[in-house]
């Protein structure tokens, strides 16, 4: 009982300072997985819900991640996984998987192109023949859309909606990245290159 006590103590004054790190490297990984399934020209899986924990066990699991994150060095943790399996990521990466071979054509002929923030952008509107013009802007808006909730997604899901910019900023240097060849990326404002 008096191991149990002095460890509990121990544990309590080893909360008191938390440093949680962003794992950059893992969450470049989950970037690129995230993205070439997004982009493989097969059809989308089917989504399974994931078995949920009860309550209890999300908070004693929370705990734990607590006390080992105190005896961890940062750099260990800077090699954690970044979780990219909820529910809200697996719909909205469904969407856009679906959404791909429509964007892909616009992004083979030119017209349409990733910017630096790693959002999609109509590069010349004019160059786009006029039956098109439409869907190709319902498309970008679509796109950028669930590009931003997804971003908003991965850091729900790992506890630190504070890695919102993080996890943008790791996505746009990633979607430039695995660009296709032929595909235009924005280099500076306005300023596009071929892949």
Not at 117 to 124: P, Y
Request: with cysteine; glycine share 4%.
């Amino acid at each position: 009982m008096k191991k149990l006590t002095l460890l509990g103590a121990m544990l309590l004054t080893a909360c008191v300072t938390i440093n949680i790190y962003f794992p950059a490297a893992a969450a470049e990984k989950a970037a690129d997985q995230i993205i070439k399934e997004i982009q493989e020209n097969q059809p989308a899986k089917k989504i399974e819900p994931k078995a949920q924990a009860n309550p209890w066990q999300q908070a004693a699991l929370h705990w734990l991640e607590i006390g080992l994150n105190q005896i961890i060095s940062p750099a260990q943790a800077e090699e954690a996984d970044l979780d990219i399996d909820s529910e809200d990521i697996r719909r909205i990466q469904a969407k856009m998987k679906a959404r791909f071979s429509s964007l892909d054509s616009f992004y083979s002929k030119g017209f349409i192109g990733i910017k630096r923030d790693g959002l999609v952008a109509v590069k010349d509107a004019s160059s786009i023949p006029l039956k098109d013009r439409n869907a190709a802007t319902k498309l970008v808006s679509a796109e950028n859309s669930d590009r931003e909730e997804l971003y908003h997604a991965i850091a729900n899901a790992n506890g630190h909606s504070d890695w919102y910019g993080q996890i943008k900023q790791t996505f746009a240097g990633r979607w430039i990245s695995n660009a296709q060849a032929g595909w235009w990326y924005e280099v500076s404002n306005n300023n596009w290159k071929q892949k």
